[in-house]
């Protein structure tokens, strides 16, 4: 074994994931020990990163380090291991929710100004605005991605298909709808900077007045730069067309996207659909709504909750307006029918990549009100990806349900590193403070690219570097070399932002060697056609993207193939050569969270950590000659294989197996292969006695993780729990943790 030391570094986070964190971390601590491999833990979590934004405000034994900054320059050096689990993407509601609990455990940060109007305020709100949203992976992602089933789970997946999908009725009302023009994809320009440069954004109003939004952007030569605007007028229009449509067929109106990843363009478009929808109620009240400070941007349960700011006659009328506007309008579909909470109440209850996958798994509905399965009219207002949704749900139209146990599968390269963000949570996108254009002006004063805008309308630009694209379309042979299917760029020339790429593709894909691959380039409709109609034979494709329709593809597909995106592997080779290992998509972890506070049972399902830890070990023997290492990784395959044959995900329903049991036969499975190997005789024998022990106390263990289920929980906090409260309510075996504590 080489004497060079190597540590993976685990990811603490938010919800479901961050609880099985507490179950599965001391086993991988408790199984690496002594073989030159050392864990570390590392906090990103929604709460972590507020505390590591406000030291000043904190007490000495409060403050804790800014570990997202570490992890950032971490992911430049070559040695980096990470695993990475799902965190918090955070709203502003989800933000404030976060804020508010650990106010409540003694901690001084401040609170969230939404209209801020001091200097101090506005400071604040500036601070916050790098907690918010997609914070974490722009930073962490300095490789591009390649996401796809482990051929283990695909084979257990195909085996044991999932029992979720719903049939497509033959007379199913269910569409996708998007705007026909005045959206970012009409507007969208592009450009290739010939030459390294700084750019400012400037808003020049109908009266010559020049307001400077953004003062300086760095951009590098041969990158990327574009610019969107959508026109608000237009999308109102097409939310009240829409919605008067679903009125009149009798089918649900639902509003899909992502106000989480674009926290400034998505909640204001989900803002308008708010305001379009209870349009009677908010324009009667505006006066009123606005003097408590609700915000349609925030959904309507913000509105309802500050109506509690107002005296009981004036709540009460106001409340019955707007339950005259479900009457008026088209039935709502549903997110929590039992407790009335629907799509429009909280932006990030329905986010785009999770929920429209749902609803082709339902047959193309989503629930009403009265907890039964309609047609939806699905409302993706932008036409950059929309097409491709509308595209699948008329397939199933026409051809049925996919049957999980013999479709085959879609992977992704994902074009992500740098920052490459194809319109994420930055600091470039902006709302038109009145009637003009917004402009980008180069270091020289000339316009590089503008667009005209009315009042409210939306801009937002994004900048993709030039190095991950090239890495990107080397990491797009590699996949089709090592799989041999076809790899497909999803890439429409009629798209600025696109025909940017494939003059990039062009240029740089005669450097790889692609001599027998099928590398296509496709529009994401024809995309999506060729890639069904592969899946409906069984045949397998790669799909090469951009970000946005990286995260979108991977929950789609696996969500269809397997009935969940947290069984996917997810590896980020990092461009300076160290690795990032992502666990899979967290979209149901508050349910997740929800069922075990209320009767002590986690259905969270670990598996993605499981398969993220067999590169994370592979890459540890491959750069430091551990051979230790690569015995650890062999045998947890192995013990994957035995966990999905031998059935123990966890289950759904309280007093049956739970992720805490799932970790234990995972770990039972893993010390036989180890007992069982003769590669390194140290391991075996080390490994012997502990093997032995769990399986002879494996009736007594799996019964200790059964009996603690059924009653409620208190881990003392939902965004920031108590460390002892949730190590006791996640390892709750004393015979169990004997056997592990005894490796360390």
């Known amino acids: 074994m080489s004497d060079k030391q190597a540590t993976i570094v685990w990811t603490k986070i938010d919800e479901a994931p ?52 570490y992890l950032g320059e971490l992911v430049k050096k070559p040695e980096a291991n990470i695993i990475k ?46 907690v918010l949203g997609s914070a974490v992976n722009p930073v962490l992602r300095e490789g591009n991605s390649d996401r796809r089933a482990a051929l283990s789970v695909k084979k257990f997946g195909q085996k044991n298909p999932h029992k979720l999908m719903k049939p497509w009725p033959e007379n199913s009302q269910c569409r996708v709808a998007h705007m026909e023009k005045g959206d970012f994809y009409g507007s969208e320009k592009s450009v290739t900077m010939e030459k390294a440069d700084t750019v400012r954004f400037e808003f020049v109003g109908a009266d010559g007045q020049v307001t400077v939004l953004k003062e300086k952007l760095d951009l590098l030569e041969g990158e990327v730069l574009d610019c969107s605007a959508m026109n608000v007028a237009a999308l109102r229009e097409f939310y009240a067309a829409t919605a008067e449509e679903a009125k009149e067929k009798g089918v649900l109106l639902s509003l899909h996207l992502k106000a989480t990843m674009m926290k400034v363009s998505d909640p204001i478009m989900f803002g308008h659909c708010v305001s379009i929808y209870f349009k009677d109620a908010l324009e009667k009240h505006a006066d009123t709504l606005k003097e408590i400070g609700a915000n349609p941007n925030f959904g309507l349960g913000d509105i309802l909750a500050k109506l509690d700011r107002l005296p009981a006659d004036k709540k009460a009328e106001i409340e019955a307006d707007i339950n005259a506007c479900y009457d008026k309008g088209p039935d709502l579909a549903m997110v929590d029918s039992s407790r009335g909470i629907t ?19 339902d047959g193309g509905k989503m629930w009403d009100k009265n907890d039964q399965l309609r047609d939806t009219i699905a409302m993706v207002p932008d036409r950059c990806y929309a097409t491709m949704y509308r595209e699948i749900v008329e397939d199933c139209k026409r051809n049925g349900q996919f049957d999980p146990s013999t479709m085959g599968s879609v992977s992704n390269v994902g074009l992500m590193a740098q920052k490459a963000e194809e319109y994420g949570s930055h600091d470039k996108t902006f709302e038109a403070p009145g009637d003009g254009v917004i402009r980008i002006v180069n270091s020289a004063g000339e316009v590089v690219m503008e667009q005209q805008v009315q009042k409210g309308d939306i801009f937002r630009a994004c900048q993709t570097k030039d190095i991950p694209i090239k890495d990107w379309i080397k990491l797009a042979v590699t996949r089709a070399k090592a799989s041999g299917d076809p790899a497909i760029f999803w890439l429409d020339e009629n798209r600025a932002h696109d025909a940017e790429l494939i003059k990039k593709i062009n240029k740089y894909l005669p450097e790889f060697d692609t001599e027998g691959l099928d590398i296509r380039i496709m529009p994401p409709v024809e995309a999506m056609r060729f890639s069904l109609e592969r899946i409906r034979k069984g045949l397998n494709t790669i799909s090469v993207t951009g970000n946005v329709l990286r995260d979108y593809l991977t929950d789609l597909f696996p969500i269809l193939e397997l009935g969940t995106s947290a069984r996917m592997l997810s590896i980020v080779p990092l461009i300076n050569g160290g690795g990032l290992f992502e666990t899979g998509a967290g979209g149901s972890a508050p349910k997740h969270v929800q069922q075990f506070l209320k009767e002590g049972h986690l259905r969270w399902d670990s598996l993605g950590e499981y398969c993220a830890l067999v590169p994370s070990l592979e890459m540890i023997a491959a750069n430091t000659g551990n051979r230790k290492a690569a015995v650890l990784a062999k045998t947890l395959d192995q013990a994957i294989g035995d966990y999905l044959e031998n059935q123990k995900l966890p289950s759904r329903k309280v007093r049956e197996i739970d992720n805490r049991g799932s970790s234990f036969f995972l770990s039972l499975y893993w010390a036989k292969h180890l007992a069982a190997q003769d590669e390194d005789t140290e391991l075996k024998e080390r490994f012997a006695p502990v093997a032995r022990q769990l399986e002879e106390n494996a009736d007594t263990i799996a019964l200790e993780l059964i009996d603690c289920q059924g009653e409620p929980v208190d881990i003392g906090g939902y965004y920031h729990p108590d460390d002892a409260k949730t190590e006791a309510a996640m390892r709750p075996s004393a015979t169990y943790n004997a056997i592990i504590d005894g490796l360390c």
């Open 85 to 130: 689990l799902p965190n918090i993407s955070a709203s502003v509601p989800q933000l404030q929710a976060a804020i508010k609990e650990l106010q409540s455990q003694g901690y001084d940060v401040p609170d969230y100004p939404e209209e801020p109007k001091t200097d101090e305020e506005k400071e604040i709100q500036a601070r916050y605005a790098k």
């Open 18 to 69: 961050a609880l099985a964190t507490y179950a599965f971390l001391p086993v991988v601590k408790a199984f690496t020990k002594g073989t030159g491999i050392e864990i570390e833990l590392r906090d990103i979590s929604l709460a972590g990163r507020i505390l590591a934004t406000f030291p000043e405000r904190l007490k000495e034994d409060q403050r804790i380090a800014d570990e997202l900054a």
């Open 343 to 361: 799509n429009l109440h909280v932006p990030n209850d329905v986010i785009v990549d999770a929920s429209m996958p749902v609803v082709v798994r």
